[in-house]
């Protein structure tokens, strides 16, 4: 979690007199995410999230994030939406930091996905992508391939304390991929973490997709891949081509991936790979003091890069490349 | 916070399963409380707190604190109640853990409290008093007088680290409060820890008491002298009279405290005051890892005890010892 950020009660009754969202009744700081503090705030009209905004995430790339939350959910996207102020504004000031006020969706999150979740993941980020094409904003990755070479330079000397050979392996690895890493493959918006706790459920359905603050304009397919590495994997870390063949037919179903993007699928799949494991590689040296979190283990993103240097192609993702519109 | 344990969704429904209170909606770990792991969990009848018992609270202490909860509850006072399975039982396991879901109270906890709120208190606190009379079990304080020397032993090598000449300030304190501490006063039920985060307010009003985790049986004026401490000094540490005042008085309309607690209550309140300091030293140095919350200041308790130990009557607090029965 992450509470960084103390608020007081009456301070956030007045915040919420803004709103027409009834009276506070409660309200309780929340032990998810790194980059923000949250809430889950009851009113006499219901449940919803504050949001103080930390200084990890830009002030600017605020409208971004919550113009494009309203946006999915006026596309028929199941994703929290911003709730307007009185004055129509989404965005406010709450204890010194900037604050939102959201739509709380119900749903649990999956521990252990199984290959029905990973189907209706496939169709969400499809629906996702196809929902995006008419968003008016942009946003630039700051994570994509020339966003890595700095944070390399951050973990490098410190990888091999965490395993021998770490610096070397992700060294040569970053060279490949500035190298080889595709041109003129389809963009659009993406989600850009849309990692299992990011998908909420009501019992084999899926309820909502959540946490949009990595959202940016990239690769479409990139979205694919990062998702391939975070649901498709058991936690003895091989690789289920059951749940990654329903994943990726269900996201082909809603939007068919190009013969591009499927031969660029391996490479984009590694890239999504180093770009967590340099992150994670990061935050794991770099725990913040009061941050309230456990970092994630880096050599798990190891294990799924070393799995995506050996595909060759979609067939080892469970799915025949046939059939598919050039 | 605490979330210590995690709980995965499927494993949560079978565990809600036992009891008659609808389908499990969504569950967010909350970011309070040290000793325990807990969650809001909403379902589809509404809000509950689904605790685990860390290893720091012993289970069979379980059975007094659920018990009294119960019993307060059914005596007029506002707290949560465990909730009963379809068995009758109040405490299960999950993850591994004891656990127990306790109604959720609305309500928020004043960050800066009034005199209004010190006057609600002080009601609550004599009324969970009388209440507390004919509950039939009973639990020693762990932590009164015998208790305090090892927590000194365990946080006096490095206190002066903290601050110059701490452990001998406190090793003094400590041997006049094992000679001088009083024996023969009224005895009961007492929360024990009733400090601000404890009481939930809507509005003006108090909602419920919560957090029986220290509950047990020991001098009554010591549970005051607590309060006192929690609730009387501002925020720069000065004592505030109007407050004291307002807590005793009605503390005393509810429950009379005799001479014998009245001359006693300033030694109480000075053993409450390092009682709260050893155990915020033994934090300081021993933050657990994961625990994900921030230790806090035991200087506060240095700067209290020094108040109390200047005071020399109830009046120091406001009040005048006058027309109470002895």
């Known amino acids: 979690m992450a509470v960084?950020?103390?608020?007081?009660?009456?301070e956030l009754a007045e915040f919420l007199s803004r709103y027409d969202i009834g009276d506070l009744l409660s309200y309780k700081g929340i032990a998810e995410g790194v980059e923000n503090s949250n809430f889950l705030v009851h009113t006499t009209a219901g449940s919803f999230f504050l949001t103080l905004y930390e200084k990890r995430v830009a002030v600017k790339d605020?409208?971004?994030?919550?113009?494009?939350?309203?946006?999915?959910?006026?596309?028929?996207?199941?994703?929290?939406?911003?709730?307007?102020?009185?004055?129509?504004?989404?965005?406010?000031?709450?204890?010194?930091?900037?604050?939102?006020?959201?739509?709380f969706l119900e749903g649990v999150w999956p521990r252990k996905p199984n290959a029905a979740h990973c189907?209706?993941?496939?169709?969400?980020?499809?629906?996702?992508?196809?929902?995006?094409?008419d968003f008016g904003m942009r946003r630039a990755n700051a994570l994509s391939?020339?966003?890595?070479?700095?944070?390399?330079?951050?973990?490098?000397?410190?990888?091999?304390?965490?395993?021998h050979g770490?610096?070397?392996?992700?060294?040569?690895e970053l060279d490949h991929l500035e190298k080889f890493w595709p041109r003129h493959l389809p963009e659009g918006v993406i989600h850009a973490d849309l990692f299992p706790d990011n998908v909420l459920f009501l019992?084999?359905?899926?309820?909502?997709?959540?946490?949009?603050?990595?959202?940016?304009?990239?690769?479409?397919?990139?979205?694919?891949?990062?998702?391939?590495?975070?649901?498709?994997?058991?936690?003895?870390?091989?690789f289920n081509v059951t749940k990654a063949r329903a994943f990726l037919n269900a996201y082909g179903r809603e939007r068919q991936l190009s013969t591009g993007e499927q031969t660029a699928l391996p490479l984009l799949a590694r890239g999504a790979a180093?770009?967590?494991?340099?992150?994670?590689?990061?935050?794991?040296?770099?725990?913040?003091p009061g941050a309230m979190v456990k970092p994630k283990?880096?050599?798990?993103?190891?294990?799924?890069?070393?799995?995506?240097?050996?595909?060759s192609s979609m067939r080892d993702y469970g799915v025949t490349p046939s059939g598919v519109v050039a």
Request: net charge negative.
């Open 203 to 238: 019992g084999e359905k899926l309820s909502g997709l959540i946490d949009f603050y990595f959202a940016c304009n990239d690769i479409l397919a990139y979205d694919v891949a990062i998702c391939l590495n975070a649901w498709c994997f058991e936690s003895d870390h091989s």
């Open 62 to 103: 605020l409208p971004f994030f919550l113009g494009l939350m309203a946006h999915l959910a006026g596309h028929g996207i199941v994703c929290p939406q911003p709730v307007k102020t009185l004055d129509g504004e989404t965005l406010g000031t709450l204890a010194g930091k900037p604050a939102a006020i959201i739509d």
């Open 4 to 10: 960084y950020t103390d608020v007081a009660a009456d």
């Open 166 to 172: 770490l610096r070397a392996f992700m060294s040569d």
């Open 119 to 133: 189907a209706a993941v496939g169709q969400a980020l499809a629906k996702l992508h196809l929902a995006g094409r």
């Open 297 to 311: 283990d880096p050599l798990e993103y190891v294990r799924k890069l070393r799995f995506q240097q050996g595909v």
């Open 145 to 163: 391939v020339p966003g890595w070479r700095p944070l390399f330079d951050q973990a490098a000397s410190r990888a091999d304390n965490l395993q």
């Open 274 to 288: 180093l770009r967590i494991l340099l992150t994670r590689l990061v935050d794991w040296f770099n725990v913040p």
